[in-house]
Each structure stands twice: as structure tokens, then as C-alpha cells.
């Protein structure tokens, strides 16, 4: 059971180049994020999907790009890329909503991809 | 806006002692809380939460945490601290989605 794979890990772009960060579950999660971690600053949403065919933006969504064509996967793309998105980013999935008390399932997070503009 | 904040960059204790990992809390209506721990080069784990109930909350790897309205806290605890507990923890709570706080540091020296 793999859980949520990330691709690549590691990765260097020049400015203004574009790459996609791949994401995959295997949970048949509905819900995926992407997320940015910056030290001291916690993680900060960038995108989240409730379904196949459905994302909307979170807190930080501009510089990138999202879709949900499968409930497998959710794809994030940077188009131009800037020093300032120099960051680790994490997928992550659920079965339910953060809000629901009910349900309450965790979020699973994938390991991550180190990447760095200049 | 719900927020959580984590007053210490960074914890240091001695294998053995107590340790505790501070958060607290601004949310509009009843709090639902998290705790997550992120070992190097790997993604954030649960290890538990608070919905409602009781203020002492059990969680994995003999962690716990203390739910205090009066002081609207959200501390991480564990009577014992293992080397193998150093890492960087996150206190975070749930709106509409996830929102984390900066985390701390913490490093258990033998």
C-alpha cells in the first residue's frame, strides 16, 4: 500500500522555466491539497480538489495550476517559475473533510519535493 | 479566521523528562484540533486530535495533549521523552480546511 506518492523529490528550475509535481493516492481518497512548506511558517494551502473534476484555490494559489481529471491523481504545475516558489511541497489526501467531526480522518501526506528557482 | 500558533521554535529536553510542545488556539465556535509530527525528509503523521470531550487526549507513540478552554491551549505531552521523538511537530486546527502553525523544533539529547 503505497499511499500518496510524490514525483519528482528533488528538483532545480532556472526562472521562468515550468514543470508539474506529481501526486498520486491509492487510498481512493476524494480529497487532495498541495501544500508549501517554508521554515517557520508552517504549511500553507495552495490548492485542494473535493473530487475528480474539482478544485478550488486555498491560501496561496498564485504561480500555479491544478487539475483533478482522476480521483487518483492531482497534479500541480508551475507555469513561470520565481525565486519566491523556492519551497518543499506535500501532497496530501483524505477520506473526508477536515471539518468533519464525524467522519474525522487524517490527512495522509506524501514525502515531498524539494524545489529550488533561481 | 481560525489560527493556531506555536509560541517556541524550538523545545530541548533530556531523554526521560517530560516534555511539552506548546500550541494555542483562535477559532470562532467549538475547536477541532490536531497534532502532527514530521520526522526529516519525510511528510507530516498524525498523531492525534481533539473533537470534543475529554481535555486529555491520547494519542500515538505515548504522546497526549491537553485541551484547556480557559487558556485556549492545545499543549503536546508525554510523560517520558525517547531520542527517537526528535522532530518537528505541528499543532493545527480545522475551518474549511486545514490550517497549521509554524511548528516546532523539538530535540531530545541522551
Known amino acids: ?118 | 479566521a481560525q489560527s493556531v500558533a506555536q509560541p517556541e521554535d524550538q523545545v530541548n529536553v533530556a531523554e526521560g523528562n517530560p516534555l511539552t510542545v506548546k500550541c494555542t488556539y483562535s477559532v470562532s465556535g467549538n475547536p477541532y484540533l490536531f497534532w502532527y509530527v514530521q520526522y526529516p525528509n519525510r511528510g507530516l503523521q498524525f498523531l492525534l486530535k481533539y473533537i470534543t470531550g475529554d481535555n486529555l487526549v491520547k494519542g500515538s507513540y505515548g504522546f497526549e495533549a491537553e485541551f484547556n478552554k480557559s487558556q485556549t491551549s492545545f499543549h503536546l505531552k508525554k510523560p517520558s521523552a525517547l531520542v527517537s521523538d526528535s522532530a518537528l511537530y505541528f499543532c493545527a486546527t480545522a475551518g474549511n480546511m486545514l490550517t497549521f502553525g509554524g511548528g516546532t523544533r523539538l530535540m531530545v539529547k541522551p
Not at chain 1, 510524490?6 to 528538483?11: I, L, N, W
Not at chain 1, 477520506?95 to 529550488?116: A, E, I, M, Q, W
Request: overall charge positive; glycine content about 8%; aromatic content about 12%.
Open chain 1, 1 to 118: 500500500n503505497a499511499g500518496v506518492t510524490q514525483t519528482p523529490k528533488f528538483r532545480i528550475l532556472k526562472i521562468g522555466q515550468s514543470m508539474t509535481l506529481q501526486c498520486a493516492q491509492d487510498m481512493n481518497h476524494n480529497y487532495m491539497y498541495w501544500y508549501r512548506q517554508d521554515p517557520g511558517m508552517g504549511l500553507k494551502l495552495i490548492y485542494y480538489s473535493v473530487g475528480a473534476g474539482i478544485t478550488d484555490k486555498g491560501e496561496v494559489p498564485n504561480g500555479y495550476n491544478v487539475s483533478r481529471s482522476t480521483t487518483e491523481d492531482f497534479p500541480l504545475r508551475l507555469e513561470l517559475a520565481a525565486p519566491s516558489q523556492t519551497s518543499v511541497y506535500f501532497c496530501a489526501s483524505s477520506y473526508s473533510p477536515p471539518f468533519d467531526r464525524v467522519k474525522n480522518s487524517p490527512l495522509h501526506f506524501g514525502n515531498g519535493t524539494r524545489l529550488t528557482v533561481t
